[in-house]
């Protein structure tokens, strides 16, 4: 036997590993990093590879399956892409995230969960809203997430470790309902610094969430006379809900390539009108500056109450910054923000900046809704904010985010290649419409049923329009959003 046919037949006896029983003679030529990386996902989703898991070093893992160390590398960075695992230095390469799970089955006894068809015939209620949410999906292109697997965790342990070593025993004890000196203080610098806001740290309030903003300034408006509040529609529903909880009208304001409509703000004849200025929800519109003077000069001339809910402003891809409303009309505007998009829902920590006519009886709702928010939550998010760790996880979700963002215009135009994509140029989200004539409830329910979650455009408008999809994208890996998009494509080919 020459040298050749020897190495040849040595290959084929040790072209395996025992990690997870690796054959590369099963994968298909030419494809052997696609195919490491899929078995490799295959393992992380039925957890022969739970999270916490160190994956064999590239170097390893290539000798014993006798291929290139490119390769291995290759398979693991698309892992790292994908949210499922993550670099640690010294430590190595660690599982962080299994995909989702395959839909579970519907179960068949009584009081069993709705079946898609039934949840999204449903009118769109806060219960069938939560409803969907719980719904099992194996791919969930819901709006309103950031890529969860990039949160910081070794920041933010570093800033937890740093707030416990140094935290006086008195802070631990019931503090300003306010919340804490230090993060009020630490979103003052963030807002001036991000949002061109200048606010005394006095001036802030912090709260469980924008939706605890609406939720308190809705019980102080109603009990100040104030009967409704005008929302964009399109519209968030989730928003909406919220104020018709605290006995608030909430009539529509048409939202155009402008932003809202302010003349048809205007014939509503409501004191106050809640706005996604910088990035119109779910259009992705961006108020223009010919609106903003109009909005300035209802609010001026009528004593009127801008609600601005600045929710993804920093989320911005191809486009310039837009400066908040907050900026430029503080005695008139309500600026409610969180961190809910920055880092994660979980952490439950926002802001808001009420006008100098609403600070005390806004202070005074969260003293008795909550005496204040969990202190340690707050000082670790302060120490996290003042250190520049935020700025570096923005960018690090930035790059993440446009890249997910990307691959979802391009399965679009593969798989739906009528719909219009709208807001592209910053955000979590794309909203797509079409050209048709569907229920896009019976899409969203047919794609529930395949596995893939969506919003149906319908939810969030009050009244009749095209029929389109509100799709998130930054929480997906690419491979999630190619197949989810896909998916959809093929649902819609079938709908009757």
């Given at each position: ?18 990690f ?14 696609d195919w490491l ?8 989703s039925d957890?022969?590879?739970?999270v ?20 291995v ?8 892409e994908d949210?499922?695992?993550?670099g ?9 995230a299994a ?11 009584p009081?069993?969960r709705?079946s ?16 969907v949410r ?13 890529d969860?697997?990039a949160?910081?965790r ?6 937890e ?6 935290l006086?025993a ?10 804490t000196p ?10 001036a610094?991000?949002?061109a806001?200048?606010a005394?740290p006095?001036?802030i309030?912090?709260v ?19 009967s409704?509040v ?5 519209g968030?529903?989730g ?18 390539s ?39 000069g ?5 004593e ?8 993804d ?7 310039p910054?837009?400066?908040a ?26 802001w ?7 600070q ?5 709702a ?11 939550p ?5 120490q996290?904010?003042e ?20 691959t979802m ?7 739906l ?12 989200h ?14 969203a329910?047919?794609?529930?049923a395949r ?7 319908s939810?969030?408008s ?5 029929p389109?999809l ?18 959809l494509g093929?649902?819609?080919?079938r709908?009757?």
């Open positions: 036997m020459n040298r050749s046919n020897r190495r040849s037949s040595d290959q084929s006896i040790v072209s395996g590993s025992d997870l029983q690796l054959n590369i003679d099963d994968a298909p030529v030419g494809r052997r990093s990386a899929r078995q490799l996902r295959l393992a992380i957890h022969r590879l739970p916490g898991t160190r994956l064999p070093a590239t170097r390893v893992l290539a000798d014993e399956l006798r291929v290139s160390r490119g390769v590398t290759e398979a693991y960075q698309r892992l790292t949210g499922h695992v993550a640690h230095g010294r430590n190595g390469t660690i599982v962080v995909p989702a799970s395959p839909p579970e089955a519907p179960p068949a006894t009081g069993a709705p898609p068809s039934a949840l999204f015939a449903a009118a769109p209620g806060a219960d069938i809203f939560d409803s719980a719904a099992p999906a194996r791919i969930d292109l819901s709006p309103g997430v950031p969860l697997a949160f910081p070794s920041a933010w342990l570093r800033a470790r740093n707030v416990l070593a140094n006086p008195s802070d631990l004890g019931y503090g300003d309902p306010r919340g230090a993060l009020r203080h630490a979103i003052a610098n963030w807002l610094r991000n949002r806001i200048r005394d006095a001036e309030l912090i469980v969430g924008t939706s605890q903003t609406l939720s308190l300034l809705g019980r102080v408006l109603y009990d100040d006379g104030i409704a005008a929302v964009e529609d399109p968030s529903l928003a909406r809900q919220l104020l018709r909880d605290q006995r608030l009208d909430t009539p529509p304001v048409p939202v155009d402008h932003g809202a409509r302010v003349d048809a703000l205007r014939d509503t004849a409501a004191p106050a009108v809640l706005l996604t200025p910088a990035h119109q929800f779910p259009t992705g519109v961006v108020l223009s500056g010919a609106r903003r003077r109009e909005l300035m209802w609010a001026t001339g009528n009127g109450l801008i609600i601005e809910d600045d929710y402003a920093e989320h911005r891809y191809d486009r910054p837009v400066p409303l907050r900026s430029v009309l503080p005695r008139h505007v309500c600026y409610a923000g969180s961190v809910s998009k920055l880092l994660a829902p979980a952490l439950r920590i926002g808001v900046l009420a006008p100098p006519r609403y005390d009886a806004l202070i005074a969260k003293r008795f809704a909550d005496l204040g928010n969990a202190a340690l707050q000082q670790v998010l302060a996290f904010m250190s520049g760790e935020m700025e570096r996880q923005l960018r690090v979700l930035r790059t993440r985010h446009r890249r997910r963002r990307d215009v391009d399965a679009i135009r593969t798989h290649p009528h719909a219009l994509v709208h807001g592209a140029a910053a955000g979590l794309l909203m797509i419409t079409f050209d048709a004539e569907f229920a896009d409830t019976d899409l329910a047919a794609a529930l596995g893939v979650k969506v919003q149906p455009l939810w969030h009050q009244h009749a329009a095209r389109g509100v799709l998130g994208y930054a929480a997906s890996s690419p491979t999630d959003i190619s197949e989810g998009v896909a998916t093929d649902v819609l080919r709908l009757p």
